[in-house]
């Protein structure tokens, strides 16, 4: 995985290296606020490859961030030439999506490989939030996407992000390919995200034409 990022961004690229990786789960394990219990809150591809065993999923509501692509791909879902767009967290709103539940006897172990698959660029900031489901509120850990990192897009208009879903693709697939896995697994949640079904139906226009 880190050597994708190497060839995408250069040597002198922002890949995290082991003990950047074992440090920044070491700060974060140290915030986790005392009684919260192992949920990790998927918004994207965790949804429907989250990689780590669980042993409960609910759907839940997070206010104060939402689910937006906003972070470019230039080695798994694009390339350098032609880079895709994967979703991050960003500021304001509100994001349904679903809160796992990692056993606890495994969470730390489990963890330790979430870190290298969702912090080898060093393009979010990990951090635990309060989320809802129905009248239950839980404290989860969830990615939120950093501003200042090259991987950044910034809000594009609409019709942007669906012409670059529509062409890109990387090692792991195409930008089309992770926004259709996204829609299914939210959907077997019993959730429709209105903004993934318009960019939906803006990519499948421009694939028509």
């Not at 440090?23 to 998927?42: D, I, N, Q, Y």
């Not at 950093?146 to 942007?160: E, I, M, N, S």
Request: aromatic fraction near 10%.
């Amino acid at each position: 995985m880190r050597s994708l990022y190497v060839e995408a961004y250069g040597e002198q690229g922002f890949a995290l290296d082991d003990i950047q990786l074992s440090e920044s789960l070491t700060s974060c394990l140290a915030a986790k606020p005392r009684g919260a219990g192992w949920w990790v809150f998927a918004y994207g591809s965790l949804l429907w490859n989250p990689i780590f065993p669980f042993a409960e999923a609910r759907p839940v509501t997070l206010r104060g961030l939402h689910r937006r692509f906003c972070l470019y791909s230039m080695a798994t879902r694009g390339t350098r030439d032609t880079p895709g767009l994967v979703l991050g967290l960003d500021r304001g709103g509100a994001c349904t999506g679903v809160a796992y539940r990692l056993p606890s006897p495994v969470a730390i172990d489990e963890l330790h490989l979430l870190w290298r698959r969702e912090m080898v660029t060093g393009a979010y900031h990990p951090k635990w939030v309060a989320v809802q489901a129905g009248d239950r509120r839980m404290i989860a850990l969830t990615f939120r996407v950093r501003h200042d990192h090259p991987q950044y897009a910034g809000k594009l208009p609409v019709d942007t992000e669906a012409r670059i879903i529509a062409r890109a693709a990387g090692a792991f697939g195409s930008s089309l390919d992770y926004l259709a896995r996204t829609r299914v697994a939210l959907v077997t949640h019993g959730i429709v995200d209105p903004y993934l079904e318009q960019i939906a139906a803006r990519v499948a226009a421009l694939r028509n034409k």
